[in-house]
């Protein structure tokens, strides 16, 4: 087999672009601890600017995805104007609901209907940040589930998250997508013991306006529900 590019090969590699996630530029560590370095950007406009830095040096991260409320800002027009001044553009909204006490028994799939309401307006909110940015995509971590067979009524929890996902789904404009995540990647293909709000067998989601069919379907995902 020949090692050499051919035009065409070359051709696909100029339109390659990946979306870079903001939270990455900022300060990280393990689970334990968050180590501060100098120069770390402290807010979401100097998280661009690094971001746009390097798509600069590689030419292959044009888009940065946001995160909120990590990248909360009052005029997100603005900080859009600034990506494009920047060379970049912005791109997918993350959505968090797994950081306030509120969500410990869960969030869009809670028994109580006001905290789901709560995370509902969240979402809505996000949507709205999606409006002023121009970003066509909204994208739910969800980290939902339970600790231990038997702890929570998994239909019920199904249920209420369909419910939810619904609400959501149907502010989304026209051209907009809605991404589903789990809560952690790293069991794609194992068998853990706590159910999640996502089943194993896809993973990752994403329904589009356009056809409305799941996408990225993982071959041969086990999960025991």
Same mark, same amino acid.
């Given at each position: 087999?020949?090692?050499?590019?051919?035009?065409?090969?070359?051709?696909?590699?100029?339109?390659?672009?990946?979306?870079?996630?903001?939270?990455?530029?900022?300060?990280?560590?393990?689970?334990?601890?968050v180590f501060s370095t100098p120069?770390?950007?402290?807010?979401?406009?100097?998280?661009? =600017?690094?971001?746009? /830095?390097?798509?600069?040096?590689?030419? *292959? &991260?044009? !888009?940065?995805?946001?995160?909120?409320?990590?990248?909360?800002?009052?005029?997100?027009?603005?900080?859009?104007?600034?990506?494009?001044?920047?060379?970049?553009?912005?791109?997918?909204?993350?959505?968090?609901?797994?950081?306030?006490?509120?969500?410990?028994?869960?969030?869009?799939?809670?028994?109580? =209907?006001?905290?789901? /309401?709560?995370?509902?307006?969240?979402? *809505? &909110?996000? !949507?709205?940040?999606?409006?002023?940015?121009?970003?066509?995509?909204?994208?739910?971590?969800?980290?939902?589930?339970?600790?231990?067979?038997?702890?929570?009524?998994?239909?019920?929890?199904?249920?209420?998250?369909?419910?939810?996902?619904?609400?959501?789904?149907?502010?989304?404009?026209?051209?907009? =997508?809605?991404?589903?995540?789990?809560?952690?990647s790293n069991r794609l293909f194992?068998?853990?013991?706590?159910?999640?709000?996502?089943?194993?067998?896809?993973?990752?989601?994403?329904?589009?306006?356009?056809?409305?069919?799941?996408?990225?379907?993982?071959?041969?995902?086990?999960?025991?529900?």
């Amino acid at each position: 087999m020949s090692n050499t590019l051919t035009p065409d090969m070359l051709a696909v590699l100029e339109r390659q672009a990946i979306e870079v996630p903001s939270w990455a530029y900022g300060n990280s560590g393990t689970r334990f601890k968050v180590f501060s370095t100098p120069g770390t950007p402290r807010d979401p406009f100097e998280k661009i =600017a690094d971001a746009a /830095q390097v798509n600069r040096v590689t030419g *292959l &991260a044009p !888009i940065v995805a946001l995160h909120i409320p990590w990248d909360h800002v009052d005029d997100y027009a603005a900080l859009g104007r600034f990506a494009a001044d920047q060379g970049v553009s912005l791109g997918t909204i993350n959505s968090n609901t797994f950081q306030d006490d509120d969500y410990k028994f869960g969030a869009l799939a809670h028994e109580d =209907a006001a905290i789901r /309401q709560k995370a509902i307006d969240h979402h *809505l &909110a996000c !949507i709205d940040v999606m409006d002023q940015t121009g970003s066509r995509d909204l994208k739910i971590w969800l980290a939902e589930g339970s600790n231990y067979p038997g702890q929570a009524d998994m239909r019920g929890r199904q249920d209420r998250l369909h419910e939810s996902l619904q609400q959501i789904y149907a502010r989304l404009s026209g051209s907009s =997508a809605l991404c589903l995540s789990t809560s952690s990647s790293n069991r794609l293909f194992t068998t853990p013991t706590c159910p999640t709000g996502v089943p194993r067998t896809c993973r990752w989601r994403r329904w589009g306006a356009r056809d409305g069919v799941p996408r990225h379907r993982p071959p041969r995902a086990r999960h025991k529900h």
